[in-house]
């Protein structure tokens, strides 16, 4: 990583927390069964982690789950996509103010939104992932595990490195089908 996204980072972090200690939320876990709405959040570069997200939403989508998903292009730009605007938004590099916090508008209102589970599929690392999942009202927050970052997340899994999205996903269902049986 470069000095500057260093910097850019280490600002952005301190912005994080900064909204993070005004933040009000509901927190609480709903299970799997009982949730209604599910936030994603993931990094859209990459076409077969693009193509097994898709098939995730329509698993979710299936279950009768309300899902809402945010994609990041680590690129300058968001290629033309056709997807509807109802179900999935984008942006990229360009949409970042200078310490790397998403400006736009749907963004805002994703985070506003009051999602039963936030689901952060962010294998990646992508700071406005990372910053989009900790200003989140969602009550139940899910994300990879990384030193630090247990003030973002409500449950954090480990064992992503080298192993891929398909794998990262099969953890996120599987713990939480496990904590289904215990609410």
């Not at 997807?83 to 736009?104: A, R």
Request: aromatic share 14%.
């Amino acid at each position: 990583m470069s000095l500057i996204n260093n910097i850019k980072n280490t600002f952005g972090n301190y912005f994080l927390r900064k909204e993070m200690a005004s933040l009000s939320r509901e927190r609480g876990f709903l299970s799997m069964n009982d949730a209604k709405t599910i936030g994603i959040l993931f990094e859209a570069t990459d076409k077969e982690e693009f193509e097994l997200i898709k098939k995730y939403v329509l698993y979710l989508r299936e279950l009768k789950k309300k899902v809402k998903v945010i994609g990041y292009f680590s690129g300058g730009e968001t290629p033309a996509l056709t997807y509807s605007k109802l179900e999935y938004d984008f942006f990229s590099k360009k949409d970042l103010s200078w310490y790397n916090k998403p400006k736009d508008t749907f963004v805002s209102n994703f985070i506003q939104e009051d999602y039963d589970i936030l689901i952060d599929l962010n294998i990646h690392d992508h700071f406005a992932l990372r910053y989009i999942a900790g200003i989140s009202k969602a009550r139940f927050k899910v994300g990879r595990h990384k030193e630090g970052d247990d003030h973002i997340y409500d449950l954090m899994i480990e064992g992503t490195d080298g192993k891929g999205m398909k794998y990262f996903m099969r953890q996120v269902d599987t713990y939480l089908i496990m904590l289904n049986g215990k609410s």
